[in-house]
């Protein structure tokens, strides 16, 4: 059974700074990303790394958001930092397997706010 457990939101002042992590199990997975969805928009990619550690960003988050995986826990971290109120948003882990197969977390809200 496939499991994406998200952890690390919350509240944050603009400027600050949260890291959000990711514990996947029961496949073995090609890619990680981190995604979000703010209310009423769509869902769109913040990050994505590859088992090689190729990495991916959002034009909209480089130079503030690290992703970064640790393979042998089978976890993907978001660092996050210099947080704007527009990154307000449920950001969701997503996982892959080479056949392709997309897993979702349950999403961990984070609100930057003052």
């Known amino acids: 059974q496939v499991q994406l457990v998200e952890s690390g939101g919350g509240l944050v002042q603009p400027g600050g700074s949260l890291r959000l992590s990711c514990v996947a199990s029961?496949?073995?997975?090609?890619?990680y990303g981190w995604y979000r969805q703010a209310p009423g928009k769509q869902r769109e990619l913040v990050a994505t790394?590859?088992?090689?550690?190729?990495?991916n960003y959002a034009n909209s988050v480089k130079g503030r958001f690290t992703i970064s995986r640790d393979g042998a826990k089978n976890t993907v971290y978001l660092q996050m930092n210099s947080l704007k109120p527009e990154d307000t948003a449920v950001y969701y882990c997503?996982?892959?397997?080479?056949?392709?197969?997309?897993?979702w977390g349950q999403g961990t809200q984070v609100t930057v706010s003052s």
């Open positions: 029961g496949r073995i997975f090609s890619s």
């Open positions: 997503n996982a892959r397997t080479p056949f392709a197969n997309n897993y």
């Open positions: 790394i590859t088992s090689g550690d190729i990495t």
